[in-house]
């Protein structure tokens, strides 16, 4: 009986340290071993310069388009924004890219016809009639593929078009028509459109856009195309040049573009990749939008103070017309990567019933 009640005891207690044990908190793994520093979250750093003065109405997407990729990479990309001539020269930042100075920028591809004609076309002159159709050569009609194989032979990577609304005309006399063009010295871009303009009977002038105003004034030129009317407006134009023609014989849609160095675009990760595209596309549509806004607010303000608008016509549209396949055709054998984007340029518009 003893014996039995040994045995019963030893058990009782053996059980009662168990639970004890079992009771007690047990130390974390984590708390054996000190606990492992997090890493630092890597911040890559872009800069990049825009086209655009910071007076202009479409230049507000850019800055956002900054703080967007911020916020959607979580802080991970930073990209240092600056206005037109903050880091280099308008005409300097394809270069300045390709050497450093700057990670990459948003500009106007024909820009660089000097480097091969075909970014010329990446713009093409009187081409599409509506932004959608343009957007949709770059993204569904190939030219995107394009523009991307022509930069990589300069060490760039073309992310993605930026679209605007039509560009616009200011004389400083009266214009009625095409023959008003004669002798006309006339700011454009480089290009296609010095071409055009010259078979149209212009004396075409290249400058940068920071340059018309006082160009206009000091009789330098005497009308400019540029862009569209709000950033004519934008410039002070209209106060030096009261006639304006608002359907653009020049490009009734055009497209900048976001341009980065390639060692740059593929150190990112194919997450930080998306958010950049992705940006890129909101910046797109809110650049159009802003634009066509602020080219009515622009057109009804002019007309309030009494400039003029004028316009090309009827009977002229067709050699217009004409004039600038003409030049398509001219441009399309001057490389050959400007030979497949000719061919790709009219391909999409005869597809879109554009042109025959």
């Given at each position: 009986?003893?014996k039995?009640l040994?045995?019963?005891?030893?058990?009782?207690?053996?059980?009662?340290?168990?639970?004890?044990?079992?009771g007690?908190p047990?130390p974390?793994a984590?708390e054996?071993?000190?606990?492992?520093?997090?890493?630092?979250?890597?911040?890559?750093?872009?800069?990049?310069?825009?086209?655009?003065p910071?007076?202009?109405?479409?230049y507000?997407?850019f800055h956002?388009?900054?703080?967007?990729?911020?916020?959607?990479?979580?802080?991970?990309?930073?990209i240092?924004t600056?206005?037109?001539?903050?880091?280099v020269?308008?005409?300097?930042?394809?270069?300045?890219?390709?050497?450093?100075?700057?990670?990459g920028?948003?500009?106007?591809?024909p820009?660089w016809?000097g480097?091969?004609?075909?970014?010329?076309?990446?713009s093409?002159?009187?081409s599409?009639?509506?932004?959608?159709?343009?957007?949709?050569?770059?993204?569904?009609?190939?030219a995107?593929?394009?523009?991307?194989?022509?930069?990589a032979?300069?060490?760039?990577?073309?992310?993605g078009?930026?679209?605007?609304?039509?560009?616009?005309?200011?004389?400083k006399?009266?214009?009625?028509?095409?023959a008003?063009?004669?002798?006309?010295?006339?700011?454009?871009?480089?290009?296609?459109?010095t071409?055009?303009?010259?078979?149209?009977?212009?004396?075409?002038v290249?400058?940068?856009?920071?340059?018309?105003y006082h160009?206009?004034?000091?009789?330098?030129?005497?009308?400019?195309?540029?862009?569209?009317?709000?950033?004519m407006?934008?410039l002070?134009?209209?106060?030096?040049?009261?006639?304006?023609?608002?359907e653009?014989?020049?490009?009734?849609?055009?497209?900048?573009?976001?341009?980065?160095?390639?060692?740059?675009?593929?150190?990112?990760?194919?997450?930080?990749q998306?958010?950049?595209e992705?940006?890129?596309?909101?910046?797109?549509?809110?650049?159009?939008?802003?634009?066509?806004?602020?080219?009515?607010?622009a057109?009804?303000?002019?007309?309030?103070?009494?400039?003029t608008?004028?316009?090309?016509?009827?009977?002229?549209?067709?050699?217009?017309?004409?004039?600038a396949?003409?030049?398509?055709?001219?441009?399309?054998?001057?490389?050959?990567?400007?030979?497949?984007?000719?061919?790709?340029?009219?391909?999409?518009l005869?597809?879109?019933?554009?042109?025959?």
């Amino acid at each position: 009986m003893r014996k039995k009640l040994l045995v019963i005891v030893t058990l009782i207690m053996l059980l009662a340290l168990g639970l004890f044990v079992v009771g007690c908190p047990q130390p974390a793994a984590e708390e054996e071993e000190a606990a492992l520093p997090t890493p630092p979250v890597e911040v890559i750093e872009w800069r990049i310069q825009t086209l655009w003065p910071s007076a202009l109405a479409i230049y507000p997407p850019f800055h956002e388009f900054g703080e967007m990729v911020y916020q959607m990479s979580d802080g991970r990309l930073k990209i240092e924004t600056y206005t037109s001539g903050a880091v280099v020269g308008t005409f300097d930042k394809f270069d300045a890219a390709v050497d450093g100075v700057i990670d990459g920028f948003h500009s106007f591809s024909p820009y660089w016809t000097g480097k091969d004609p075909a970014f010329s076309f990446l713009s093409p002159i009187h081409s599409f009639p509506e932004p959608w159709m343009i957007e949709a050569w770059y993204m569904e009609g190939g030219a995107l593929e394009l523009a991307r194989e022509l930069y990589a032979q300069h060490g760039l990577y073309f992310v993605g078009p930026i679209v605007y609304s039509a560009d616009s005309m200011h004389f400083k006399t009266p214009w009625d028509s095409i023959a008003d063009f004669e002798g006309l010295k006339i700011r454009t871009p480089p290009g296609m459109s010095t071409d055009f303009l010259t078979a149209l009977g212009a004396a075409p002038v290249t400058l940068p856009p920071g340059d018309i105003y006082h160009a206009l004034e000091t009789g330098v030129i005497d009308a400019a195309d540029f862009l569209s009317l709000s950033a004519m407006h934008g410039l002070g134009i209209h106060e030096v040049a009261p006639y304006f023609l608002a359907e653009s014989i020049m490009e009734p849609t055009g497209v900048t573009n976001f341009v980065v160095r390639i060692d740059k675009w593929e150190a990112l990760p194919a997450d930080l990749q998306a958010i950049v595209e992705a940006a890129v596309a909101v910046w797109s549509r809110r650049h159009l939008h802003l634009g066509a806004l602020a080219d009515l607010e622009a057109k009804n303000a002019m007309l309030a103070a009494g400039l003029t608008e004028v316009f090309v016509p009827e009977e002229e549209k067709a050699r217009v017309t004409e004039e600038a396949m003409k030049i398509w055709a001219d441009w399309g054998q001057r490389s050959p990567m400007a030979a497949r984007m000719e061919e790709s340029l009219r391909e999409y518009l005869v597809m879109l019933e554009v042109i025959e």
